[in-house]
């Protein structure tokens, strides 16, 4: 139609099922990053509505099918030289926002409000402990 564009402007994805992660090495090739939705990445790794009075006790986003796929597509797309980031509850948690820095996030989507905190937290440690928390979680220590 001839109406002009920025062809230059960045094109990612969201990371959300298993099956986007599986193939996250393909996917990386044809996107500029990746963002990672760890609300529905989990629940539909391990079949848990999050939302479901009756299950929802199930969900485990620590799960470990759901550590290894974030690994592997934090990996790959570090592997392809794009970006990626994590958004959902996991970034909001300490034990998630450790876990998350210790395989290579560097950037987290989180309420403002828990800036200061998540930020506090992380300079008590080096990113060779934050290494071998997410090392021992993945199973790879």
Do not use: W
């Amino acid at each position: 139609e001839n109406i002009p564009f920025n062809p230059q402007v960045p094109i990612g994805i969201m990371i959300e099922t298993a099956a986007a992660a599986m193939i996250a090495d393909c996917l990386a090739k044809v996107s500029d990053f990746f963002s990672i939705g760890t609300n529905d990445l989990t629940q539909y790794t391990i079949g848990v509505d999050r939302e479901n009075s009756s299950v929802a006790q199930l969900y485990d986003e620590f799960h470990l099918a759901v550590l290894r796929l974030l690994n592997k597509t934090i990996t790959d797309a570090k592997n392809a030289g794009i970006p990626v980031s994590v958004c959902g509850e996991m970034a909001s948690r300490k034990d998630g926002v450790m876990l998350l820095a210790g395989l290579g996030i560097r950037t987290l989507s989180m309420s403002p409000k828990l800036i200061s905190s998540t930020k506090a937290l992380l300079s008590q440690y080096t990113i060779a402990e934050l290494d071998a928390y997410a090392a021992k979680a993945v199973g790879e220590e």
